[in-house]
């Protein structure tokens, strides 16, 4: 039989025989007692006995645990205990019956198993197995007073009976008696009957584990065993000092105190095998329980201690204003309770209505994260809340961006959650501790579906802010373009005025004076030749200009070829890599013109900064991208320059590159030199032969 079945055949056996227990005592005592002047006897079922019978019924419903099933069986046994004493005060006459021992013998056993099952629970709390052997022993002599009823009735000559019935048996006869065994009857009187020894054996187990007992046994019982311990002075209060005013209240008291610290270890240390899934609900249900049963034995007491004396009207008239009066406080220990568990849901609503329009009304991601800072910690009752975002180098970052509360120098968060958008991490919310209390499982939870509602709008205002940024910096880069291209045609304007443009004069004012000399026949072939070599000086002229804008071997033998073209003409020496497959290959002419000059800039860079002893470009075609790596061994700084900067070699580079959404990493230091890595998207190919590897050194 599996232990959920277990757990309800026992469920259905014991709540049956407790309820009908507890009917019998409440009808009898309460109605048909004949004695109305007598004590009625209810106190202690109703108030000691009925609150623990309640708790461990409901913790059958539960839990499985073997201690559930003591405190349910402990709390059976003390209102059966409590029946078989109604029984005796209200049929005196079965004392004098040949069979009352053996009914005695019962009625012994049930105060005993009442009395071991509790004193386990207490000494093994909270899971039921305590740590050492010797007190995994000393729990098994806590059963020893179950024993009292068979050991009595065959080593004691009369009967012994339960000293809560008020009635001595040293004067009614056993007949089941063994005279050999009447030796062992002071033995059996006072380590069995007197279950003392068994409550001093119990306590000293407790208190050696939470004194003595590894720190996290000392944290778990430390509650219980304060509990337990009041309990005992109550008790032996009630016992040695009968009559003392106020030991009753004290009595009934730390019971309930001992189901509070019972609760206390669900939530705390899932007691009783609750799991942490389940303990905020399961807590919440006993310890309403507990507040309802506790209301009405608030609202009872007066009316079950003081009859007699007090009579029937009055002590209903008392019992009525209690009930009025302690509602108020019922209905403010379940909100306390309540809110202790879960927080306080009504501002945790608030919060989640109002968390959307705060966010939507936000301009910025510092703005949104310091209104969500301040959202999360009003709705948890947090001390400090700060929320820091993910950079695009996918580290936190280095300080918070969202902060409410003061979170300088605080220590690590309570809590945390990250945002999360699809699969891109965005950013962590970090939650310091409560204000009052402990964060439950359900603010847990609400935590986390801030963060997801959240984290669309972090997204999105992130989002708004790179295109933002992005389109600043596309303007910036159509500015530079343009300048570039004004800088550019003002340079040919320049080369061609004060190179060129002076050439042609000179050859025409050269053609005027041969057309003058030729008309007077003075004319000569040199000066005809002479006139023919500047000509040719002129068109070499032009044709390297054009090759500054564009060169024929780049349009002629594609893009390996322009840049080896120039590797004699470099000023260190240079070499550059290609594989057979990008040399045949002819790229769209956006690429290679871009490709072309992202070489002859960076090169132009090295050469003028880097003070290097060798350059290298390396030409590669991988999935649809063309790769250029441009790499010196020179100083660090041939084509470094900040990424902010405005102009300059690098910005060229990053502005051609980036109009055909290609990207550009630069790697610089002191001992490796400066490497530029560009990656440019290949839309079409046509093939074209080139010409091989060169070097020069």
């Given amino acids: 039989m599996g232990t959920v079945d277990r757990r309800w055949v026992c469920l259905a056996t014991l709540g049956p025989i407790g309820v009908a227990a507890l009917v019998y005592v409440v009808v009898m005592r309460g109605f048909i007692d004949p004695d109305v002047n007598s004590d009625h006897g209810l106190a202690w079922p109703l108030l000691g006995a009925l609150p623990l019978f309640v708790f461990g019924m409901w913790l059958l419903t539960v839990s499985a645990s073997r201690i559930a099933l003591l405190i349910a069986l402990g709390s059976t046994a003390m209102l059966v205990g409590s029946a078989y004493e109604t029984f005796v005060h209200l049929n005196v006459a079965i004392l004098g019956e040949p069979w009352f021992p053996l009914v005695n013998m019962l009625g012994l056993t049930a105060d005993a198993v009442a009395t071991s099952a509790l004193l386990v629970v207490f000494a093994t709390f909270p899971d039921g197995v305590p740590e050492h052997r010797w007190q995994r022993i000393a729990v098994i002599f806590l059963w020893l007073p179950v024993l009292a009823g068979p050991l009595t009735l065959l080593t004691t000559p009369h009967v012994v009976m339960s000293q809560f019935i008020g009635i001595s048996g040293e004067s009614i006869p056993n007949p089941y008696f063994l005279p050999s065994l009447e030796w062992a009857a002071p033995a059996v009187h006072y380590l069995v009957v007197q279950s003392w020894a068994a409550v001093a054996l119990g306590v000293t187990v407790l208190a050696s584990r939470a004194l003595f007992g590894p720190p996290a046994v000392r944290v778990r019982t430390r509650v219980m065993a304060l509990a337990v311990g009041s309990a005992m002075v109550a ?50 249900r006993s310890s309403n329980l507990l507040i309802t049963v506790v209301y009405a034995a608030g609202v009872a007491t007066p009316g079950l201690l003081l009859t007699p004396p007090l009579r029937t009207v009055p002590a209903i008239l008392l019992t009525t204003i209690l009930a009025v009066v302690l509602l108020p406080g019922r209905s403010w220990m379940q909100r306390r309770l309540h809110r202790a568990l879960f927080g306080d849901r009504e501002r945790q609503f608030t919060m989640l209505s109002e968390l959307g329009a705060q966010l939507e009304q936000a301009g910025d991601p510092r703005e949104l994260l310091t209104r969500l800072a301040e959202a999360v910690r009003d709705g948890l009752d947090a001390s400090w809340v700060r929320i820091r975002l993910v950079p695009t180098d996918a580290a936190l970052a280095a300080s918070p961006v969202g902060v409410a509360g003061d979170a300088a120098g605080a220590e690590e968060p309570a809590l945390s959650c990250d945002l999360v958008r699809g699969d891109e991490t965005l950013g962590r919310i970090e939650v310091g501790a409560r204000r009052r209390g402990e964060y439950s499982d359900a603010e847990r939870t609400l935590l986390r579906t801030v963060a997801g509602q959240a984290a669309a709008s ?21 500015e530079r373009l343009v300048a570039a291209q004004d800088d550019e045609r003002r340079r040919l304007e320049r080369d061609l005025h004060d190179g060129i443009q002076q050439d042609v004069v000179a050859q025409i004012a050269g053609l005027r004076l041969a057309r003058n000399r030729l008309q007077r026949g003075e004319l000569t072939a040199e000066e005809l030749t002479e006139l023919q070599d500047q000509a040719r000086e002129t068109l070499t002229d032009l044709r390297e200009l054009a090759r500054g804008i564009h060169p024929p071997v780049l349009s002629d033998n594609g893009l390996v070829a322009a840049v080896e073209s120039g590797v004699a003409r470099y000023p260190i020496p240079l070499t550059v890599e290609a594989d057979d497959g990008v040399r045949a290959e002819r790229f769209p002419d956006d690429v290679e013109t871009t490709a072309y000059y992202v070489v002859r800039e960076a090169l132009a860079n090295t050469a003028k900064h880097a003070n290097a002893t060798h350059a290298s470009v390396g030409l590669a075609r991988d999935d649809g991208h063309l790769r250029i790596a441009i790499s010196d061994d020179g100083c660090g700084m041939g084509s470094v320059v900040p990424e902010s900067a405005a102009s300059g070699g690098l910005a060229n580079i990053r502005d051609r590159v980036a109009a055909l959404r290609g990207t550009i990493r630069v790697s610089s230091s002191e001992s490796s030199g400066t490497t530029v890595l560009v990656d440019l998207p290949v839309d079409g190919v046509a093939p074209a032969a080139g010409p091989g590897v060169a070097a020069i050194g």
């Fill in 458 to 478: 972090v997204a999105n205002v992130r989002l708004t802010e790179q295109l933002a940024a992005q389109l600043d910096e596309l303007t910036a880069s159509r």
């Fill in 235 to 284: 008790f032996a209060l009630w016992t040695f000092v009968p009559g003392l005013w106020g030991v009753e209240f004290l009595v009934y008291a730390s019971m309930i105190t001992i189901l509070v610290a019972a609760i206390h270890g669900i939530l705390r240390y899932g007691a009783f095998d609750i799991g942490p899934g389940d303990r905020g609900a399961r807590v919440e």
